[in-house]
């Protein structure tokens, strides 16, 4: 049954509105004289459209727009006004209304605009979680072995509510790994709420996680619900939880054993139903051992384990994930996709990606692309140090014309000249023929002698 509610300075008014629309709409109603009332209801229970008077005293429905929109609340809204005052109405849809409608329309049209607000809310929602999925499903791109065991072992666990840890070296994409088990698991109609452990004020950690009651500190000006009960019957995914501090991990303990959230200033329990999914890319057996993170929470964490492997493990995979990557960036800078060069994809290939895995490569493919100025991406894009240069090889330059090493220097280019122009300038399998370690060697020495395949 939707939820709706009421907020208008009017009793009577609220009174009759809530009394028609639980007739003619079927609706759960509920009423608030004020705005700041309005938003303390919004902050703490499931609502699923609100409809909002425009004038009222202290804070009125325009200030109340502008509250939900910094809060992140994206509760449908419809105002209502008597004023007639159309400038206003439009005034209130610019701040983020739904929509509007008079007092005096029939109600049979007000709980068509409600069940047409709360549909586009889901629909936005859902659209948000599409997007959110193209654009950030890289790492679980590829058909390598590790990848294929990932696939397998999400498939196995996302049916079950047990906890989950996942475990990975940054960049990897342990997130995706967690949207991949909620999308398989409780299914994207539930939230799913994502917190960065690390990047919680130390004061604040509490009050993120599990809410915080009106006053319980100085600047909690209002029941604040927190990430554990936004998440609902969804999940909660617990990145970084090797940086929660001590304090914080004993009552995340408590939380995970008794199935229950205590708010911050709160004397009353309220049910944990979400999954809770904890991501880290820090040993923490090794944290454990030094008295850094809880041994029993680690324990309780660990029911079952994911591992998501480095991009140093799959290099298959790499080719694959150049071109969505390349596709994906394009798209979200809003330029022109350009083509990438087998030899530019040899090159990334052979790297090794042990700074930031994934996220590294897609850092690297925007820098080619925003300074490529050709169609297609070439191996001279590529930046020298994954091409493997360094200020040291200055000293391959050749010599002065006649000496040992600018005759070793024209040997070595008439030797490779030779080899590409026998196997139709194919670097690879020129490359194995002059028994090199891979392309990217004979790439190197391209380069250093200004070899480029003939137009």
């Known amino acids: 049954m939707k939820q709706v509610l009421i907020v208008d300075d009017v009793p009577a008014m609220a009174e009759q509105y809530a009394y028609d629309l639980k007739r003619v709409g079927r609706y759960q109603t509920s009423v608030v004289a004020g705005g700041e009332a309005a938003l303390d209801v919004l902050a703490r229970e499931p609502i699923d459209c609100v409809i909002l008077d425009l004038e009222m005293p202290g804070i009125d429905g325009f200030e109340v727009l502008r509250r939900m929109h910094q809060r992140g609340i994206d509760t449908p809204v419809i105002v209502y006004t008597g ?103 409780p299914g994207e109609k539930t939230p799913l709420v994502a917190v960065n452990s690390g990047a919680l004020p130390e004061h604040l950690v509490e009050s993120e996680l599990f809410g915080h009651e009106r006053g319980a500190f100085t600047g909690a000006d209002r029941l604040r619900k927190g990430a554990f009960e936004n998440a609902g019957s969804g999940t909660l995914f617990l990145d970084e939880i090797g940086e929660l501090p001590l304090a914080a991990q004993a009552k995340l303990l408590r939380v995970l054993e008794d199935r229950k959230v205590m ?74 996709p350009k083509a990438i060069a087998p030899e530019a994809v040899a090159l990334l290939a052979g790297y090794d990606w042990r700074k930031n895995n994934v996220r590294e490569l897609r850092n690297c493919l925007e820098r080619m692309l925003i300074a490529s100025s050709a169609t297609v991406i070439r191996a001279d894009d590529v930046p020298p140090d994954i091409r493997g240069e360094r200020e040291d090889d200055a000293s391959d330059e050749p010599g002065a014309a006649g000496t040992l090493k600018a005759l070793k220097a024209e040997a070595e280019r008439e030797i490779v000249v030779a080899a590409l122009e026998k196997h139709g300038w194919q670097v690879t399998r020129t490359a194995e023929a002059l028994g090199l370690a891979d392309h990217s060697s004979l790439l190197k020495v391209m380069r250093r002698h200004g070899l480029r395949k003939p137009a």
Do not use: W
Request: charged share 30%; proline share 5%; glycine share 10%.
């Open 263 to 336: 708010r911050v200033g709160g004397d009353r329990a309220v049910p944990m139903t979400a999954r809770v999914v904890a991501a880290t890319n820090r040993d923490l057996e090794r944290e454990v051992e030094g008295g850094r993170f809880r041994q029993d929470l680690f324990y309780r964490l660990n029911v079952h384990m994911l591992r998501v492997p480095s991009l140093r493990e799959r290099p298959t995979d790499i080719p694959a994930l150049v071109e969505h990557l390349l596709r994906a960036i394009a798209t979200h800078l809003g330029v022109r």
């Open 83 to 185: 004023a007639g005052s159309y400038d206003r109405c439009v005034q209130a849809v610019r701040l983020g209304a739904y929509g509007f409608v008079d007092k005096a329309e029939p109600i049979e049209r007000i709980v068509q605009e409600i069940e047409n607000a709360v549909s586009r809310g889901q629909l936005v929602g859902e659209l948000r979680s599409l997007r959110s999925r193209v654009e950030g499903d890289q790492s679980l791109i590829g058909d390598s072995g590790p990848m294929r065991s990932l696939r397998e072992a999400i498939a196995r666990v996302a049916p079950i509510p047990s906890t989950v840890l996942i475990v990975g070296e940054s960049g990897t994409g342990k997130e995706l790994v967690a949207r991949e088990l909620h999308r398989q698991g």
